[in-house]
């Protein structure tokens, strides 16, 4: 079977790999997710109890209903597609505190199972379940369905908490720009006596409608979609404490300074806090709300010219600790914060905070872009002691003194999980398939700005020159250039397949530092571009005969897609086509929260949106330029490249778009996959000669 078929069909060969990990509170039970095959995409509930480390089977999808043919539910499509999972089965669920029972929705029916005897019921609802929490006393679940907030699992069966007659109103579910932007993917959080409920009310009737169609079946009427483009009106977002009889305790969080409610927590001993951002999100607070009155006190507030970064993690509250993750300026570091005071050093740059005890914070976090590692940090700035430094790409989850580690390197296309706990150490299988690629990379730093390059060859190249193939993503939040085989999968094949391939992670890409990150600020289109040309240049000196300049093309979805097309359009002197995937071509029609931090608000930084605006090169383009786009995208609308399209066309400069209909932004589908890899190569060879 050829790469593209096994690329497509194992999802990235990411399939039977295990994911999805909780640790219990005193570490010693670990659940996670797994299918039973590199090709299987069902995936099922499994548990580890320590000493033991033999996973045992708790729930297989396949025997509660038929997964062949489950239709997800437009509120779980919405989820699937902010947080970019693509499985099926069981690929998200909670735990009670100490996971004596875990409950799940599948296609918009509850399920709850106990853990010890690994018995699963389905429990009573209304139908499109959605998030099903369970309360901290274990006796109920709450849940979201077609915008409303329900109970079941006690006596009273199924039931109402709180809804709206309102269509454009919702309880208990994240907006739009909270799960795709700010990793906040949940409306409602428990209290900790189980009788009342922390609750988000979304309003989007001020929010422009935009519409989805299906263009291959005009029956079919297309899909209405609030969207807050940039400079636009964002949902209305607010708090209430309800109780389960619905009685309501409003909460005035925004107090007429902020706009975006990016965390929420409500535990026993801290009470209900709030993470907020005011819309430039230069401006981030820690706010405590009385449950009963609703009244707000701030205890912290960061303030940062460029934007205040939100951290996966963070912030969190140990004892009487204010823990944070942010930017030194002073030192260019991205630092853990403990009341105000950095605990980790100058140089290392937190990536994420996974867990907090009384005494310790475990991070990830690295001083070379291209590695992430683990530590544990002291809170009183006593020390950092390393768990793993590996050279490669470690992720961690970790509660009670175990951590489940996932590991990457270049010495292996596959990920280990391995726990971690006292003297233990035990790696979970995975069932997830290899590339079967002969790996021929190449990692370098070039420019006098250190930029992280890869250069990828065909394997068992004899050193002609060959064309090139830039292959970046480029663009904030992302890094591809790291120490991690997989990492490279597509790369190689491109490069199998006749081309040089280099991927850059150039301004504006995270692990650099805040100096490096904020290159961005106001301008996202020239400081980028000249990255990937300047490594592009070096690389050439660099390696000889290798490279072969005067074919040059490049390749990129997304935020890679909008490079893509700016580089044939803006330095046809350097590349010679392109495939611009999913591109956002005018950032006034991509999302508030993410456009507005780095161009600001386009009302006040016009020339922001100008100097980033493809539409006006349009008739410059001199080179091949192919535009793909899902017709089914809710993220970078396919307006993006008809709008681009049409600018060509008038410009009378030929194009080539490739349109999918009924694909999204994550192209899911697996002769999508397929063939769009197959049909680049194509287009790329013929471009370039």
């Known amino acids: 079977?050829?790469?593209?078929?096994?690329?497509?069909?194992?999802?990235?060969?990411?399939?039977?790999?295990?994911?999805?990990?909780?640790?219990?509170?005193?570490?010693?039970?670990?659940?996670?997710?797994?299918?039973?095959?590199?090709?299987?995409?069902?995936?099922?509930?499994?548990?580890?109890?320590?000493?033991?480390?033999?996973?045992?089977?708790?729930?297989?999808?396949?025997?509660?209903?038929?997964?062949?043919?489950?239709?997800?539910?437009a509120a779980e499509q919405a989820r699937r597609e902010r947080a970019r999972e693509a499985g099926g089965g069981i690929v998200t669920y909670t735990t009670h505190s100490d996971h004596g029972i875990a409950v799940f929705a599948l296609n918009g029916q509850l399920f709850r199972t106990d853990i010890e005897t690994a018995t699963t019921v389905e429990v009573p609802s209304a139908g499109s379940a959605f998030d099903p929490r369970i309360s901290p006393d274990a006796t109920r679940i709450a849940y979201h369905s077609d915008g409303e907030l329900r109970l079941t699992g006690d006596d009273d069966g199924d039931r109402l908490i709180i809804a709206d007659d309102d269509p454009a109103v919702t309880w208990g579910a994240a907006e739009f720009v909270a799960a795709e932007e700010m990793g906040r993917g949940r409306g409602f959080w428990w209290g900790p006596d189980s009788d009342q409920l922390l609750v988000a009310r979304v309003d989007t009737s001020a929010v422009?409608?935009?519409?989805?169609?299906?263009?291959?079946?005009?029956?079919?009427?297309?899909?209405?979609?609030?969207?807050?483009?940039?400079?636009?009106?964002?949902?209305?977002?607010?708090?209430?404490?309800?109780?389960?009889?619905?009685?309501?305790?409003?909460?005035?969080?925004?107090?007429?300074?902020?706009?975006?409610?990016?965390?929420?927590q409500w535990t026993r001993r801290h009470g209900i806090w709030l993470t907020v951002q005011t819309r430039d999100q230069k401006t981030l607070a820690i706010v405590n709300v009385d449950a009963q009155t609703g009244a707000i006190e701030e205890i912290h507030r960061e303030t940062d010219p460029g934007?205040?970064?939100?951290?996966?993690?963070?912030?969190?509250?140990?004892?009487?600790?204010?823990?944070?993750?942010?930017?030194?300026?002073?030192?260019?570091?991205?630092?853990?914060?403990?009341?105000?005071?950095?605990v980790s050093p100058a140089g290392l740059q937190i990536r994420s905070l996974v867990s907090v005890d009384k005494t310790h914070a475990i991070v990830s976090a690295t001083s070379d872009a291209t590695e992430i590692h683990v530590y544990r940090v002291a809170l009183d700035g006593s020390g950092i002691d390393t768990i793993i430094d590996e050279p490669g790409i470690h992720r961690c989850v970790s509660a009670g003194g175990t951590q489940v580690i996932t590991s990457t390197t270049m010495s292996n296309p596959q990920a280990t999980c391995t726990i971690v706990a006292a003297d233990l150490r035990v790696e979970i299988e995975s069932f997830a398939e290899k590339p079967e690629l002969d790996y021929n990379v190449n990692l370098q730093v070039v420019t006098n700005r250190a930029l992280n390059s890869a250069v990828i060859a065909p394997a068992n190249h004899d050193g002609g020159p060959l064309p090139v193939l830039l292959d970046p993503y480029g663009g904030p939040h992302a890094l591809r250039v790291q120490?991690?085989?997989?990492?490279?999968?597509?790369?190689?094949?491109?490069?199998?397949?006749?081309?040089?391939?280099?991927?850059?992670?150039?301004?504006g890409t995270p692990a650099r530092g805040p100096r490096f990150e904020q290159e961005v600020v106001a301008n996202m289109a020239d400081p980028v571009l000249d990255d990937q040309v300047a490594a592009l240049h070096a690389l050439a000196e660099q390696h000889g005969g290798?490279?072969?300049?005067?074919?040059?093309?490049?390749?990129?979805?997304?935020?890679?897609?909008?490079?893509?097309?700016?580089?044939?359009?803006?330095?046809?002197?350097?590349?010679?086509?392109?495939?611009?995937?999913?591109?956002?071509?005018?950032?006034?029609?991509?999302?508030?929260?993410?456009?507005?931090?780095?161009?600001?608000?386009?009302?006040?930084?016009?020339?922001?949106?100008?100097?980033?605006?493809?539409t006006p090169l349009a008739a410059d383009l001199e080179r091949p330029l192919m535009l793909i786009h899902g017709l089914a995208d809710?993220?970078?609308?396919?307006?993006?490249?008809?709008?681009?399209?049409?600018?060509?066309?008038?410009?009378?400069?030929?194009?080539?778009v490739l349109p999918l209909s009924g694909v999204s932004h994550m192209t899911p589908q697996e002769s999508v996959a397929e063939n769009l890899l197959k049909l680049q190569v194509a287009f790329l060879k013929q471009a370039l000669g």
């Open 208 to 264: 422009d409608q935009w519409y989805i169609s299906e263009p291959v079946d005009a029956s079919i009427a297309p899909r209405s979609l609030p969207y807050p483009a940039a400079g636009t009106t964002n949902a209305n977002v607010q708090l209430f404490v309800v109780g389960l009889d619905g009685a309501q305790v409003a909460i005035d969080w925004q107090q007429g300074e902020f706009e975006y409610l990016a965390r929420a």
């Open 546 to 614: 290798l490279m072969d300049l005067s074919r040059v093309g490049i390749r990129g979805w997304s935020f890679g897609g909008y490079l893509a097309a700016l580089a044939v359009l803006k330095r046809p002197d350097v590349f010679h086509a392109g495939v611009a995937g999913a591109p956002v071509t005018d950032w006034r029609l991509y999302d508030t929260h993410y456009t507005e931090r780095y161009l600001g608000h386009p009302d006040t930084d016009p020339g922001a949106y100008e100097r980033t605006d493809l």
């Open 634 to 656: 809710d993220n970078v609308v396919s307006a993006h490249t008809f709008q681009l399209s049409r600018a060509l066309l008038e410009a009378g400069r030929p194009h080539q």
């Open 483 to 507: 120490k991690a085989q997989a990492a490279f999968s597509a790369s190689q094949w491109f490069a199998d397949q006749g081309f040089v391939v280099i991927v850059t992670d150039g301004a």
């Open 307 to 342: 934007w205040v970064e939100l951290v996966t993690g963070a912030p969190r509250r140990s004892d009487d600790h204010v823990i944070t993750v942010s930017d030194d300026h002073d030192v260019d570091t991205r630092r853990l914060f403990v009341n105000g005071s950095a």
């Open 1 to 73: 079977m050829s790469y593209p078929r096994r690329n497509a069909a194992t999802q990235r060969f990411t399939l039977g790999a295990p994911r999805t990990f909780v640790v219990s509170r005193d570490g010693q039970r670990i659940l996670f997710c797994r299918s039973a095959a590199g090709d299987d995409p069902v995936n099922r509930l499994w548990v580890i109890e320590l000493p033991e480390s033999a996973p045992r089977l708790l729930v297989d999808p396949s025997e509660l209903l038929d997964v062949e043919n489950v239709e997800l539910t």
